[in-house]
């Protein structure tokens, strides 16, 4: 049984706490972070979090700020891309495979290019606010952001894989 966990905010209590936040009157200087932890052991988390070695990520919990999202025969790129959109596993373009059908027809392997919904960055920047979205999964080619953006380890090749362009990702980063 495959699980992993989600530390920090979910991507829909960002995007709900986004809007409140329009009608607030909360400091702009306020910022959201989303921790993932993909395929994490829940047994290993916890006795890290029991030993005070990953003391922030308790502290998150402890103020009411972390949720676990367990799921059966998980298949990550389905998850990070609900995640990033706040959709259902219905409602995504990714299926259950490591590639997808192109407008022409071909198969291709499974890119940022397989998702059809906007993801929260874009919903962000659009509104002037700036992101750092750094190893996100199904996320190469990168797209151009108000902020940065590092491709994760899925990636075609070495080329589209940071924005702006000089944020240096070598082999070296991806081991």
Not at 4 to 15: E, K
Not at 29 to 56: H, Y
Not at 59 to 85: I, V
């Amino acid at each position: 049984l495959k699980s992993f966990a989600i530390l920090g905010l979910l991507i829909a209590i960002s995007i709900t706490g986004y809007h409140a936040y329009e009608m607030s009157e909360t400091p702009d200087d306020r910022k959201v972070a989303v921790i993932v932890l993909d395929g994490a052991d829940f047994k290993v988390l916890d006795q890290l979090k029991k030993d005070g070695e990953i003391p922030n990520i308790r502290k998150l919990e402890e103020n009411g700020l972390s949720t676990e999202y367990r799921t059966p025969e998980a298949f990550s790129p389905q998850g990070w891309t609900k995640m990033g959109t706040g959709m259902s596993t219905e409602n995504i373009s990714v299926e259950r495979k490591w590639t997808y059908e192109t407008e022409d027809g071909n198969e291709k392997r499974l890119d940022s290019g397989a998702i059809e919904n906007r993801r929260f960055w874009s919903y962000l920047n659009e509104d002037g606010i700036e992101t750092g979205i750094y190893q996100w999964m199904i996320s190469w080619p990168v797209e151009p952001v108000k902020g940065f953006m590092t491709s994760s380890y899925l990636t075609g090749d070495l080329e589209n894989m940071s924005y702006p362009e000089d944020i240096n990702v070598t082999d070296e980063d991806l081991k």
